[in-house]
């Protein structure tokens, strides 16, 4: 009974991070919300993993996790856009531009709705995942803090952040399939475009400290790209 509840316990730690984030947001602590964004991802990897290596899986925790992704990557980070938008606002007559945000929260539930009732998404995601959106989001307030002013007034733009939330909108329940740490084994045949990305990640995020999360995420797309061109060109040459 406790080894199969291990993976909903911290699915449900996702959700109180979401939770707590979506106040913090309203009160416009951003960097805080950006912060349980951070350890929220890491109760939603393991809780997967965990369920994956406990064999545990069911139907509930699945419908659990995505209620929690709804909040966590959902809501949340569409707030935090909110906010930021109505940061780039200069005065009240202009502020029904903030409320576009809401748009992404949207969009979140469509791709989640897609993820649980799509067979094709057991090996690979199809559109970006909502925590790889939310980690995004989450980067903006924390690049605006600590970076120079160059990046705030790139990222405090009205214009720029309604472009960003059509975009990653539609980036995230577009039907292309990307790649997913979803390993069976750790070798490098057949896990090659995954371990790449770590190891890239891992080189990017050591060089551009928080400026990587946005390149990371292009990378991921980028690298989707290749892995699919890859796949089709192998199929057509087994036919």
């Not at 964004?37 to 699945?62: E, N, T, W």
């Not at 577009?174 to 750790?186: D, G, N, Q, R, Y």
Request: glycine share 4%; with cysteine; proline share 5%.
């Amino acid at each position: 009974m406790i080894r199969r509840n291990i993976p909903n316990a911290l699915t449900c730690g996702n959700l109180l991070c979401g939770c707590i984030g979506v106040v913090e947001a309203f009160h416009n602590n951003l960097l805080l919300s950006c912060v349980l964004i951070g350890i929220a991802l890491i109760f939603d990897f393991f809780d997967g993993f965990l369920a994956r290596l406990l064999k545990v899986s069911s139907p509930i925790g699945k419908d659990l996790d995505s209620l929690a992704d709804m909040v966590t990557f959902g809501l949340l980070p569409s707030i935090i856009l909110y906010q930021l938008l109505m940061q780039s606002i200069p005065d009240l007559l202009g502020i029904w531009k903030a409320y576009p945000a809401f748009i992404m929260a949207i969009f979140s539930a469509i791709r989640l709705a897609k993820f649980n009732n799509d067979p094709r998404q057991s090996d690979s995601f199809i559109g970006v995942p909502t925590p790889a959106n939310a980690m995004l989001i989450g980067s903006l307030p924390l690049i605006v803090h600590t970076q120079d002013v160059f990046w705030k007034d790139l990222i405090i733009n009205t214009n720029n952040l309604l472009i960003l939330t059509v975009v990653m909108s539609y980036l995230l329940v577009m039907e292309m399939p990307l790649i997913a740490l979803k390993f069976k084994h750790f070798q490098w045949k057949g896990n090659e475009a995954r371990f790449i990305l770590i190891l890239l990640t891992i080189v990017l995020l050591i060089t551009l400290k928080i400026l990587a999360v946005p390149a990371i995420l292009i990378l991921y797309v980028l690298l989707s790209v290749v892995e699919n061109l890859r796949k089709k060109n192998e199929s057509i040459a087994n036919q």
